[in-house]
């Protein structure tokens, strides 16, 4: 079974510049998060999918940051403009059922953010 | 005060070593607690699940809940170089988002 699939793995851009990664769950998931992992700290959900409707985005700056799910399969989460303070990892993770707690969350490698 | 307190460490233990990991909380809320292992450069993967409190062995891995402390463990029994990774405790009341800890760095020396 493939696991979740993230891209870039690595990114460098100038704060103000924007930014977008992408997010395949393992196929079948219906739920989908995308965590902020900031160095030395734990994951932090940004946002939660089920299919393509939004779960939870409590914790999404949406001033600067938007996700969207097409056709409840792939993800992308997007920062415009970027800070310095967005520098992290930001990682997809997946899981089968609806959002349950007892359900299993996959994560992916995560993309590396570097804001300059 | 923290929802969920982790020593960060770095933990070096010698190869064949009991190794203790732990984590506090504040929400009594809480029922649902993890243990997750994130390996450098990787996503973190679910090691142990625990509802409530009590004990939970898997191989040589025993995740404790002591809801009465607001306290978990996590027990690595003859430990292996590569159980060396980062160790993230997280937990939830329900339909909530989980909480993560800040991670325990371990290294196990051969």
């Known amino acids: 079974e493939a696991g979740v699939a993230q891209s870039p793995r690595y990114k460098i851009i100038e704060k103000r510049q924007s930014v977008a990664f992408w997010c395949n769950p393992i196929s079948g998931h219906a739920t989908l998060y995308w965590y902020q992992q900031i160095l030395g700290q734990g994951p932090k959900l940004l946002i939660q999918?089920?299919?393509?409707?939004?779960?939870?985005d409590s914790q999404l700056p949406k001033d600067r940051f938007s996700a969207e799910r097409l056709k409840g399969v792939d993800s992308t989460l997007k920062i415009q403009p970027a800070k310095l303070e967005d520098s992290a990892v930001y990682l997809c993770a997946s899981s089968f059922g609806r959002a349950l707690s007892t359900d299993t969350q996959y994560f992916g490698p995560g993309t590396r953010l570097t804001v300059l | 005060q923290k929802e969920v307190e982790q020593d960060p460490g770095p933990l070096s233990v010698p190869e064949g070593a009991i190794v203790s990991l732990n984590c506090t909380y504040s929400n009594s809320a809480f029922q649902y607690f993890m243990w997750y292992r994130q390996y450098s450069r990787k996503g973190p993967e679910l090691l142990m699940y625990t509802y409530s409190s009590g004990n939970k062995e898997d191989g040589r891995f025993t995740a404790q809940v002591d809801k009465s402390s607001k306290y978990i463990s996590l027990f690595i029994r003859d430990s292996q170089p590569s159980d060396s990774a980062t160790y993230l405790c997280a937990m939830n009341s329900g339909n909530t988002p989980l909480v993560f800890g800040k991670g325990t760095r371990l290294s196990v020396i051969a």
């Open positions: 999918f089920q299919n393509n409707g939004v779960v939870d």
